[in-house]
């Protein structure tokens, strides 16, 4: 792949990494055949959004959105974020029905969840590799919460009110 042209913010790096991203979301949704299957574009082409030596084909967005809607992961949706110091989150809003006491007191375990983990990795003195894929699980895990009351909270201001006993 050529270097990005001048002015543009992105490098080779950003775009290798889209490119490989790409291919674990064709991969996700069953290779170029079948993620052609349930978008506008021929295999073909979904072949030519996965090749690092095409850096002028990306895949479009109405082709991600269907791609990562299929695979149930936004792969793509993730790396351009992160390219961009951003972290895609899963917002459940209530989806389980909690009243917001029930969701702060879920929201107070997984923060103490990471707290835990990260004390426990400090306990020796090391926090290694190990205590780091112990704890970002933990991290993942207590923003989704936050997200989800976040949600909540958004619903509730627009009318559509979830549950909010207090």
Known sequence: MSPAPLGRKTNVDDLQALKAATRRLVDACGGQESAASITRV??????RYRLADRAEDFIP????????ADAGDPIVTR???ARQGWTIVRAHAQATGATLVQSIGQITQETSDVVIAVTGGLADGDF????????IPEIDQAIERLAGLKQALLIMRSGAEPERKL
């Open 128 to 135: 290694d590799a190990r205590d780091i894929d112990l704890t």
């Open 79 to 81: 790396q351009l974020a």
């Open 61 to 68: 967005a109405d082709v991600l959105l269907d791609l990562e």
């Open 42 to 47: 021929s295999h073909q082409t979904i072949s």
